[in-house]
């Protein structure tokens, strides 16, 4: 796909497309709580497509903003078009697609289009050899929307030390991308973001529980290792796209409604567990993929980049919290109300639940997997502490970058195996493809197609990889940090 830039279109003319009013949202947290309003999210009103030819069908803004999380609790970041999330990119499966970027900023960034099969040059990557958006300047990105699913964008700048830089900023939004073969067997539909804010650097563990005896840790080594931990990434404050709990308006529901969650973990750093008392999710897509065998669970464990989509059935009338598992997560804002109508006397209810175990396969099938061509092992493990204080990673005995280790021949299968040998849970990625997971913990599965997955402390996973999106690809823990300190590798293909 050829790029062009836009000036042809004037300055004028993107700065008028591309200028979002201020956003309401200091009135809107004024209003009172339970002013009659239609009851749908108000991100579920995309931008609309620009019909003339030569205009993009979105533009994006890259700019700082001031974000009310909470009355009196007023963060400074960087957002796309004075929204967080940035406005929700509705697309056709198959349409061509054209998102002017604007950067007022002073500093060049990458926009990611997070599972979507685009070429390398538009995937918003530098390692892959996409163009920046330079500092005060602008691009243009083309790409034909696919597949189909609940996709994502964000920025891709490596931050390093600088805590307000790449996916730490409020630079997220949701991607849809219809399908022409969408049941909608739902009654409302609505974009949930989980984010946390003012990052910094500590040496505690975020959001690692305490390890189940049961857990299978098949990359546990004999010998522990006791080097002290250096610096990870924490955060004081958490929202629910860009209010903490309680703060904004309330999820308002009917009862016998059928509730459509499009969930996303925007977070820089940490795992997400989420649950509604009284209530259960049918997963059926994660990371915007339909799974084989939907399942209704009461907790849902959500990584970096991860997407999960839930169908919940409205059937406990009353006022909920929908919330993460962690105390601290949650009283420091990680949750939304939930409001049936007519119920809005009751104060919102949160109930303690037992720690039940997330686990993927049981949302596949057992069918047998083809053979594949080639099998790659990668071997993930933590330097803890090195310069900096802060952690570093080794893929292969080796950080970022590799140069000729994981190179793909066209049209080939290939069998990735992760070898988890940290004390961390890790969400892989990677760039511009699916896979198929095949097994997790020792536990095969067959029919689940994600982009990202956790691969637990001292665990194992395998995914069945298909080369058929030729073109530079990086694979990366979705941890910022992690990423920037070595976590990376770059697939080519022959
Ligand atoms: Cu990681």
């Not at 060049?108 to 997070?114: A, D, G, S």
């Not at 959001?207 to 098949?218: F, I, K, L, S």
């Not at 339909?290 to 959500?302: A, H, R």
């Not at 053979?371 to 950080?399: C, R, S, Y």
């Amino acid at each position: 796909m050829k790029r062009r830039d836009f000036v042809r279109l004037g300055w004028a003319t993107v700065i008028g497309a591309g200028a979002a009013k201020l956003r309401p949202a200091f009135a809107e947290s004024l209003a009172p709580r339970h002013a009659p309003r239609p009851p749908q999210n108000p991100l579920a009103r995309p931008s609309e497509p620009k019909a003339s030819e030569g205009a993009a069908d979105f533009t994006l803004r890259i700019a700082p903003m001031m974000v009310e999380l909470a009355p009196q609790v007023v963060i400074s970041t960087i957002v796309y078009s004075n929204k967080v999330p940035g406005p929700l990119l509705r697309m056709r499966e198959g349409q061509p697609i054209t998102i002017d970027v604007v950067n007022d900023t002073d500093v060049p960034e990458y926009v990611h289009w997070h599972g979507l099969f685009v070429p390398s040059e538009v995937d918003g990557v530098a390692e892959e050899g996409t163009p920046p958006v330079p500092a005060r300047g602008h691009r243009r990105y083309q790409f034909v929307a696919k597949p189909a699913g609940s996709r994502w964008y964000h920025s891709h700048t490596a931050a390093m030390m600088d805590l307000h830089r790449g996916t730490y900023t409020g630079q997220f939004g949701f991607l849809m991308i219809d399908s022409a073969n969408d049941p909608g067997l739902y009654d409302q539909e609505v974009f949930l973001a989980l984010r946390d804010w003012e990052p910094y650097f500590t040496a505690m563990d975020q959001d690692e529980g305490a390890p189940d005896p049961n857990d299978q840790m098949p990359e546990k080594p004999a010998t522990p290792d006791t080097r002290p931990n250096g610096l990870e990434v924490g955060a004081p404050l958490y929202s629910i796209n860009d209010k903490m709990l309680g703060a904004g308006e309330p999820l308002r529901v009917q009862a016998g409604q059928r509730i459509l969650m499009r969930l996303l973990n925007a977070s820089a750093s940490e795992i997400h567990r989420l649950a509604l008392p009284a209530h259960k999710f049918q997963v059926v897509a994660l990371d915007g993929n339909p799974v084989p065998s939907p399942q209704l669970v009461s907790e849902i464990e959500i990584a970096p980049g991860e997407r999960v989509d839930a169908i919940v059935e409205m059937n406990q009338p009353g006022v909920w919290i929908l919330g993460e598992l962690r105390d601290v997560a949650r009283t420091s804002g990680l949750g939304i109300v939930v409001e049936y109508a007519n119920q809005q006397k009751q104060r919102p209810t949160w109930l303690p639940r037992p720690n039940t175990r997330w686990d993927y396969t049981i949302f596949g099938t057992s069918a047998p997997h083809p053979a594949p061509d080639q099998t790659i092992d990668m071997v993930f493990e933590k330097v803890p502490g090195g310069p900096h204080g802060v952690n570093h990673w080794l893929v292969n005995g080796k950080e970022y970058p590799h140069e000729r280790e994981f190179v793909l021949r066209h049209g080939n299968r290939y069998r990735l195996v992760f070898h988890n040998r940290s004390d961390d849970s890790h969400p892989l990625h990677l760039h511009r493809h699916t896979f198929e997971l095949v097994e997790l913990n020792g536990k095969p599965t067959a029919g689940i197609q994600k982009d990202t997955v956790i691969v637990p402390a001292f665990g194992r996973a395998a995914v069945d990889l298909v080369a058929d999106q030729p073109g530079l690809t990086l694979f990366h823990c979705h941890i910022q940090q992690h990423m920037d300190y070595g976590f990376m590798a770059l697939f080519r293909y022959a």
